[in-house]
């Protein structure tokens, strides 16, 4: 069993569509991250947290530490949120352990 | 700030070819590592360094050398490229600060062992 689950893998909406996307893992961290990745292109980190809820734009995050889960929202989703989507987490050291990501397809 | 650089961005590479993909950030972050992408699975992690001088191996390190010479760079060598190297490498660097870590990525590059 992978240290860190994500779920669906694969994810299609409509444009405006609200759209969660799940990660659980089972290990102690110091915090959990969520990364996109576009087709072809770099990783880009979108939020760090270790406690709580951050927003940014259209983009939530929240993470639930007692139960080892977090959760990505996207309201209004927009077909140029279409990516790869990637939950990772670090415990005591600068190690990242990967979730394998959800690909994420918006149509207009 | 360009924060990490990563080259080249594509590479095709024959079997038994050697080849040095360059990672360098100006960040003066002093944990760096190399991780592959496949399709199916998460990025793993090939080699990794705390800080200059200091390297260590990841998950999978077979087939691939680093050095850490200097703390902006930190290059990853495939002696003799196979075809199960084909994959998409990243590099990245990180900090921690609070008790959390912030990592930065690299472009990427996708490499085609024939």
């Known amino acids: 069993k992978n240290e860190v689950e994500q779920s669906p893998q694969n994810l299609t909406a409509q444009e405006g569509e609200f759209i969660t996307i799940n990660c659980s893992y089972s290990?102690?961290?110091?915090?959990l991250h969520w990364l996109q990745q576009h087709p072809g292109g770099g990783i880009v980190s979108l939020f760090m947290l270790s406690s709580g809820k951050k927003k940014h734009g259209r983009l939530i995050a929240t993470i639930n530490i007692q139960e080892k889960h977090s959760s990505l929202h996207i309201t209004a989703s927009h077909p140029r949120d279409s990516a790869v989507y990637i939950c990772a987490v670090t415990g005591n050291t600068d190690k990242l352990i990967f979730g394998t990501g959800t690909r994420l397809q918006v149509f207009p | 700030n360009a924060g990490v650089t990563q080259t080249p961005k594509f590479q095709v590479l024959k079997t038994g070819q050697s080849m040095t993909l360059q990672c360098a950030q100006d960040m003066n972050h002093e944990y760096m590592s190399w991780y592959r992408q496949d399709p199916g699975m998460g990025l793993r992690l090939i080699h990794y360094s705390v800080g200059a001088g200091i390297t260590d191996q990841g998950e999978v390190p077979n087939g691939y050398n680093v050095s850490r010479s200097t703390t902006e760079d930190f290059p990853l060598r495939l002696l003799s490229a196979a075809p199960s190297q084909t994959s998409v490498y990243f590099c990245?660097?990180?900090?921690?600060?609070?008790?959390?870590?912030?990592?930065?990525f690299g472009q990427g590059t996708r490499l085609t062992v024939v």
């Open positions: 990245a660097s990180s900090y921690s600060y609070g008790g959390s870590t912030e990592a930065f």
């Open positions: 290990v102690g961290i110091s915090a």
